[in-house]
């Protein structure tokens, strides 16, 4: 049972150090998609990965075109504050890919308009809350994916 993890261009080292090890804890792979706003060396990705780092199955990849290119025909979620679909209707499956995008913007439209079937959303109960952190959002799919495959 096994999930993998996407960063789309992350920016935020500790963001990613989190996830990292959440992604070990979880026995996910990470994917990050290239361009980083950090070097994988960041002092700060190190710290909130804590010693796990070097533990981790991580495959880095140089474009979104490389990674959808590699990865096309495999089962995958995005995720959006503009899905209509709540997070709770995925029908996960082994090894899919939950695709999340960068802390400032998301994911690029490029992607929420190609794959708008398999897009979907963390319910936000109040209109004072644009979005949650990125590592929070992951943890929230990671482990109703793991609940709904055990």
Same mark, same amino acid.
């Given at each position: 049972m096994a999930l993998?993890?996407?960063?789309?261009?992350?920016?935020i080292p500790n963001n990613t150090g989190n996830i990292g090890r959440l992604a070990l804890a979880t026995g996910s792979t990470l994917h990050l998609?290239?361009?980083?706003?950090?070097e994988l060396t960041d002092k700060r990705l190190k710290r909130a990965?804590?010693?796990y780092w070097p533990h981790l199955e991580l495959v880095v990849h140089e474009s979104i075109e490389a990674f959808f290119g590699k990865h096309k025909n495999? %089962?995958?979620? *995005?995720?959006?504050?503009?899905?209509?679909?709540?997070?709770?209707?995925?029908?996960?499956e082994d090894e899919m890919f939950?695709?999340?995008g960068k802390e400032s913007v998301g994911l690029p439209q490029k992607l929420t308009e190609k794959y708008?079937?398999?897009l979907y %959303?963390?319910? *936000?109960?109040s209109p004072h809350v644009r979005s949650l952190n990125l590592a929070n959002a992951v943890g929230i799919v990671i482990y109703e994916g793991l609940r709904q495959l055990r």
């Open positions: 993998h993890i996407v960063l789309i261009e992350p920016e998609v290239k361009p980083f706003g950090f990965g804590l010693d495999k %089962k995958m979620a *995005l995720f959006s504050s503009h899905s209509e679909k709540e997070h709770w209707s995925i029908d996960f939950l695709i999340f708008p079937y398999c %959303k963390i319910p *936000l109960y």
